[in-house]
């Protein structure tokens, strides 16, 4: 009874064109009837050859529309069986064939450019991204057709060679579990309840993943937020132990505090942060990482980090002076941000020709950084504080 409800939705919008056809024709042919009635309604009635040539018409084009309904209705019942016995072939249960074709369309995502940071993330990340725009095909993995697990299989493979099986029961199988609230870039991302899933998609940051959907669509990314997961796995066991590919404190001492660099492309705006929570949340609202910046000491002279509401912009300065100048001048001051200590320079940098919302001010422990801005038209500052050390990249 399922299945014929299915087949019945899937054929009636096929069908739905032509009953409206079919409605508005009667309406015409109402409307004309009513008005030949009206011009001769002074002359001779019509003879009864006439009003029975013209109900034979009438019955006549029912029956075809009627006939037509009919086929169209029989050919999208066939083309549904011909999917679902290619998906029963493929190794899918009927249930899942029914879970898939129901999954939602959406509408393809917009992907931020690739973050600077190498590892296996970005690897899986890189080799999903270039196989956007390639068919779906019952138990497809690659190079050209897949099917969701099948383009799991395909890229795990191709990136990281790591090797899974097909079927999303399967895959579910491999790695370990992970909140969906701390998902990272590789991350898979199951649909259906455990031992009974029927898609899988890859998560790629930025609250995205890409899949391969269903029968007639590419290949895509999309916003995970109309189809969310109902949990997710984590391949990669590396995954989240290098801070420069995902914000963590892994490797950071209990005399350290990794200062996290994110970057606005939208309004060209840098933002540093201590809080591994606020790096993230800026992630999710598409902000890129950039890694570790530099590494402060967790005690020593106060930096302060100043906000300007008017333009979006953020300021740094170990000066308290500086700080106070900026609060008569309208900016809003947020605390602490950090502290200054240790024997490496950053180097605070300003941009005399930025834009409204763009940065006017840059920071970096990276001499070639500061020489290749100065170089641009950015104006060097000197050192604006000291850090315990940079981050290996």
């Known amino acids: 009874m399922k299945k014929h409800l299915r087949r019945r939705l899937f054929s009636t919008s096929l069908a739905l064109l032509g009953l409206v ?109 270039a196989q956007i725009g390639k068919p779906y095909a019952w138990g497809a993995f690659g190079p050209d057709t897949f099917d969701c697990g099948g383009l799991v299989k395909y890229v795990y493979k191709q990136a990281v060679n790591v090797d899974l099986p097909m079927g999303t029961t399967n895959q579910e199988k491999y790695g370990t579990e992970v909140n969906l609230k701390d998902l990272q870039p590789g991350d898979l991302l199951f649909y259906g309840s455990r031992g009974a899933t029927y898609h899988v998609g890859m998560y790629i940051g930025n609250n995205q993943m890409i899949h391969a959907p269903q029968p007639g669509q590419n290949v895509t990314a999309v916003d995970i937020t109309y189809f969310y997961p109902n949990f997710a796995r984590r391949i990669l066991k ?28 939208n309004d060209g705006q840098h933002h540093y942060a201590q809080l591994t929570s606020e790096a993230i949340n800026l992630i999710n609202v598409g902000w890129n ?49 950090w502290f200054s200590g240790g024997s490496v320079p950053v180097y605070r940098l300003y941009n005399p020709s930025a834009a409204p919302r763009e940065d006017s001010h840059h920071y970096t422990p990276l001499a070639s950084e500061r020489d290749n801005l100065v170089k641009v038209g950015w104006k060097s500052e000197g050192i604006a504080w000291y850090a315990a050390r940079i981050l290996n990249k």
């Open 289 to 337: 990482y950039e890694g570790v910046g530099w590494i402060a000491p967790s005690t020593g002279s106060s930096v302060y980090r100043m906000y300007n509401p008017n333009n979006g912009r953020h300021h740094y300065t170990p000066h308290v002076y500086e700080k106070n100048e900026l609060v008569k001048a309208g900016w809003k001051y947020e605390g602490v941000s």
């Open 21 to 129: 056809t079919f409605a508005n024709t009667g309406i015409m042919a109402v409307a004309a009837n009513d008005s030949t009635l009206d011009t001769e309604a002074s002359g001779p009635a019509p003879s009864s050859e006439n009003s029975s040539r013209t109900m034979k018409n009438k019955s006549t084009s029912s029956t075809d529309t009627s006939d037509e309904i009919t086929k169209q209705d029989e050919e999208a019942s066939a083309l549904y069986e011909s999917e679902e016995a290619k998906a029963v072939q493929a190794g899918f249960s009927e249930q899942q064939f029914e879970q898939i074709m129901s999954i939602p369309t959406l509408e393809a995502a917009s992907l931020p450019p690739m973050s600077r940071a190498t590892g296996e993330q970005n690897s899986v990340v890189s080799m999903a991204r």
């Open 238 to 265: 590396s995954a989240g132990t290098d801070p420069n590919v995902y914000p963590s404190t892994d490797g950071q001492a209990s005399n350290e505090r990794f200062i996290f660099r994110m970057y606005n492309k």
